[in-house]
């Protein structure tokens, strides 16, 4: 909200590293706004601390998106190989232990289990379904009363 009064913000990156503690990178659309920011905001007191404000060293990758020249940062293959230790688990071929049976394979049944004609062949139903146990209805029941309760008064809109 404080840099968006100078113009339109198209990004905004504050990182949190120990080296970049206490600053941020703010992404106007045009220098224009970018310059008129600087120039207002040079020495605001923000949160007890004076801003110190300066042009960026490179282009935003916002721009870059913008203008149509923003390539992806390639790795290089000095970053991305890794120790050896990485190397021979991450390049190591499938153990040929598994951990549970192959998947078309069917699951075997636990002790005592009970099979229902129709999911012998693995069609229809995959479970047994049990009745319900029968329920008393205590509808008719009265309610046991407390001396203690006080009677209910009748509310406006039952009127």
Known sequence: MLF???GPVLDVVALKTKGMRGQAHIVFRDVQASTQAMRALQGFDFFGKEMKIQYGQGKSDAIAKLD???RMPSATVNQV???ELQQSIFNAP???T???PPPSA???KPPGA???ESNVD???PHGIKRGRDEESDDEGAPMEEDDSDAPMEASSDEE
Do not use: H, I, K, V
């Open 98 to 100: 598994s951990l549970g």
């Open 68 to 70: 149509g020249t923003f």
């Open 114 to 116: 009970q099979l229902n």
């Open 4 to 6: 968006s009064t100078y």
């Open 106 to 108: 069917p699951l075997p």
């Open 94 to 96: 499938p153990s040929s």
């Open 122 to 124: 693995g069609e229809g």
């Open 81 to 83: 190989a890794g120790t």
